[in-house]
């Protein structure tokens, strides 16, 4: 962005996990960043990581010397916004509404995500992500060591694992598909953005093109929730899934604010009720009008 | 089953250093005959006998071939130690056909036989053979195995290739399922913050390799983050194939992590980081006919080392073809025990397979130049060049810059990221001489002068493309100094005065141990 950069004019790198299922990075820790930096109109360069799948430096953004990494002063978006790089939203960031809905991300919907990819599907979306670069032996002992974590995480273990799954995928799933409005602005800002990026892109991928189907298929599900964090950390985690919701809203404002807002691209509160079913502390009553 | 007669005729008892046959005894089937049928004499002339009989025995044997056949090699005293293990060692002593011939493999298959380390003592008699065959000898062979199989070890010990000391302690146990088998578990921890937890078996014979077999399996970590940025942490599994006086094989298989906990890294570093499989085949070639290591005054040795990686079946281990080599040369002048080392290396590493070209080497394999061992007690490729800081010379990135709080738009010292290079030469001459002082002669104290010089580059990522001799040849950064060396049992003291041909780097004197 041009009026943005004070640090330097070298041109940024976003260093990134690799590309699968038709998105430019299927990471669902890489992919926000990837999308605000892409809506936010600041050039940059895609470059991968594909021997190192438990760091949590990566996904990071640098050029030279300047480099802002994940786990550092909040994330990737905030050490940009400290930075005076790019900021999409100073405008909203007060707001009450902001507030709870990216908590309500942070929690419940997190843990979902985490389970699904790690857990659920025997993994192997997780594993086709991380893993499918290093030599068998290692992605193999690395993958297992994760699941293992995951599960720590999330407390699963062989006695409740079929309920948990119920609780996690059902819900999720159920939730999901009956927000078509949400399924359809994600699959427009992925025209938009993602398929345009990935024709241009150094490296695009040659996995399944799945996204086109809708909310039915989970594999195009990690992109429009894409966040997903293989840290230790819970508090991390969490405020790492917050920032694909921040960049969506903000566009969402943008759009309507600039447009008019003739489609009613409302995007509801995720219900109350799942909320309430993990761990109810979520403000049930509001609905986080936010763009009106 | 030794002989009828209980008193074993000859007996041959070697000492380590002995390959003299005037220490040995010996004797002989046609004598015993004779001595049975001789009357009873005093003690004196008894002995006197025995004494002319000695004498035409070790004429005989120094003036003519005596021959002599082994008829049965006798193994005893080992209750542990399997057979074959022993009797692979003295093979040749059934081969022998002459008393010399005979007394050379006694030799040799004691000093054996001792290397393989599991025996207290080992003597090797020969007896007189049935009294039937005349001509013949019975070997026996005695050991007495180690009482205690476990021995434990503390020490300080350098090592040329990390350049540094580091402190090792280790247990040992010898021959735990009697195959000669030798178990050792050590932990050592480096003055550069190496630190290695290993534990190895070796093995005399496995199946049908005629030297011995050594398995290691060790988790190694070393830290590098003053000088690049980067913790090297690897878990590997190294199998030494074939091991005598010149050559070595082994085979590596290796998990690394390299990993940036400072994330201070420069750019080439951070797209460094991250897993790795290792599997590569070293072959090393070496030859040392220098008249001492640590002092040398004549003679040449010869280094060279040349290892394939990306041998596992798997595509995506690290592929590369490294092969170093290092030249010594001694030359003595003559006087005051004076000497002129001479010494060249050099080294390439160049990866293989898809996309060769663009790809970079994988930064632990790269060579690094510079530090503090000396470059003559130094054999095994270009790794040192005085005058220049722990890799200290060669291409180099700044690394990382963090802004702080108060305003400081640049800092003053940028920090840079030594990234090691694709192509490594060095060249050194030195000069050592004895002192006047009689004092400091008896004491080995002696001074050098010496002068190197080195160029280290990169060759991957299409740099070669670039490559000029003009531009390689500027790229060769030298120094020179003269010292004092002051050697000791446990190591040797080196006080230098050195300069580089190089503005930027000053003149220093460094005392190195």
């Known amino acids: ?232 950390e819970e508090k991390n985690f969490r405020r790492k899934a917050k920032y694909f919701l921040i960049t969506q809203m903000v566009a969402v404002l943008v759009f309507l604010s600039l447009l008019g807002g003739s489609d009613d691209t409302e995007v509801d509160d995720v219900d109350g009720d799942e909320v309430n079913m993990v761990d109810g502390r979520m403000d049930r009553g509001k609905e986080p009008k936010i763009w009106q | 089953m030794a002989n009828q007669d209980d008193k074993p005729y000859s ?31 005093t003690p004196e002339s008894k002995m006197q006998t025995q004494r002319s009989q000695m004498e035409q025995v070790f004429h005989r044997i ?13 193994i005893k005293g080992n209750t542990k130690t399997k057979d074959f293990i022993i009797e692979a060692e003295i093979e040749a002593l059934k081969t022998a056909t002459s008393v010399q011939e005979l007394l050379q493999a006694a030799t040799i298959a004691n000093a054996r036989l001792r290397k393989l380390d599991v025996f207290d003592s080992v003597s090797i008699t020969l007896d007189s053979g049935p009294p039937e065959l005349p001509g013949t000898s019975n070997v026996v062979v005695q050991v007495v195995e180690c009482k205690n199989p476990l021995t434990g070890d503390v020490g300080v010990f350098t090592k040329p290739e990390a350049r540094s000391w580091s402190l090792e302690g280790s247990l040992k146990f010898k021959n735990l399922f009697g195959y000669g088998d030798l178990w050792d578990g050590s932990l050592s921890y480096g003055w550069d913050q190496t630190t290695e937890v290993s534990a190895g078996v070796s093995l005399p014979r496995f199946m049908k390799l005629f030297t011995p077999v050594m398995a290691r399996v060790s988790l190694l970590s070393q830290d590098w983050l003053k000088f690049s940025s980067y913790k090297e942490q690897s878990l590997g599994l ?35 980081l991250g897993h790795g499989l290792l599997s590569n085949l070293k072959y090393t070639f070496k030859i040392d006919r220098r008249d001492s290591p640590l002092r040398p005054t004549k003679g040449f040795a010869f280094v060279s ?84 800081k722990t890799r200290g010379l060669g291409p180099s990135e700044p690394k990382r810059e963090v802004k702080t709080n108060s305003e400081d738009a640049n800092s003053d010292t940028s920090e840079r990221d030594f990234l090691g290079g694709d192509l490594a030469v060095t060249a050194f001459a030195d000069l050592s001489f004895d002192l006047p002082l009689k004092v400091l002669r008896d004491s080995n104290i002696h001074a050098h002068a010496f002068a190197c010089t080195g160029s280290l580059t990169k060759l991957t990522e299409n740099s070669f493309r670039e490559f000029s001799l003009q531009k390689y040849k500027d790229s060769f950064r030298s120094s020179a100094g003269i010292g004092l060396i002051v050697p000791t049992k446990l190591f040797r003291m080196e006080v230098d005065s050195r300069g580089t041909m190089n503005p930027e780097t000053p003149n220093h004197v460094r005392v190195r141990i």
Not at chain 1, 62 to 77: F, H
Not at chain 1, 99 to 128: P, Q, R
Request: some cysteine; charged content about 25%; glycine content about 6%.
């Open chain 2, 11 to 41: 007996e041959i008892e070697e000492e380590d250093d002995t390959e003299d046959e005037e220490e040995e005894d010996d004797d002989f089937n046609e004598d015993e005959e004779e001595e049975e049928q001789q009357p009873l004499l």
């Open chain 1, 1 to 232: 962005m041009d009026e943005s950069i004070e640090t330097e004019p070298q041109r940024l790198t976003l260093v990134t996990r690799k590309p699968c299922f038709g998105l430019p990075t299927a990471c669902p820790s890489c992919l926000p960043v990837y999308i605000y930096l892409k809506l936010a109109n600041v050039p940059f360069d895609l470059s991968y990581n594909l021997t190192f799948p438990d760091s949590d430096q990566i996904p990071y953004v640098d050029s030279d010397t300047y480099v802002a990494y994940n786990n550092e002063k909040g994330g990737v978006i905030e050490s940009l916004k400290e930075d005076k790089i790019v900021n999409l939203d100073s405008e909203v960031q007060d707001l009450p509404e902001w507030v709870s809905t990216t908590a309500m991300i942070n929690s419940w919907l997190s843990d979902a995500i985490l389970y699904e990819l790690w857990v659920g599907l025997d993994g192997s979306t997780a594993h086709k992500i991380y893993y499918s670069d290093l030599p068998w032996p290692i992605g193999k002992v690395l993958y297992l060591k994760q699941v293992y974590n995951v599960k720590q995480l999330l407390g699963i273990s062989k006695d409740n694992a079929e309920r948990r799954e119920e609780e996690e995928t059902s819900v999720l799933r159920g939730k999901l598909l009956e927000q078509p409005n949400l399924a359809l602005y994600a699959d427009k800002h992925k025209a938009e953005l993602l398929d345009a990026a990935s024709s241009s892109s150094s490296d695009p991928s040659s996995s399944s093109s799945i996204p086109r189907r809708g909310p039915s298929n989970w594999s195009s599900k990690p992109k429009s929730k894409p966040k997903r964090e293989r840290t230790q």
């Open chain 2, 305 to 388: 080392a040349s290892q394939l990686g990306g041998l596992f079946p798997d595509y995506r281990s690290l592929r590369s073809i490294r092969q170093e080599f290092d030249l010594h040369y001694a030359l003595p002048l003559g006087f005051a025990r004076a000497a002129l080392n001479f010494g060249v290396a050099g080294g390439v590493i160049f990866p293989w397979g898809s996309d060769f070209k663009n790809r970079p080497t994988s930064l632990p394999d790269r060579f690094f130049l510079g530090g503090n061992s000396s470059p003559v007690c130094t054999l095994g490729g270009p790794t040192s060049l005085l005058g220049f």
């Open chain 2, 238 to 272: 190294s199998l030494g194939l074939l091991s005598t006086r010149n050559h070595d094989l082994a085979y590596n298989l290796s998990w690394r992590t390299l990993s940036d906990p400072s994330q201070m890294a420069s750019k080439s570093i951070r797209r460094q």
């Open chain 2, 62 to 74: 120094s003036s003519e071939r005596v021959p002599l056949r082994v008829h049965d090699v006798l």
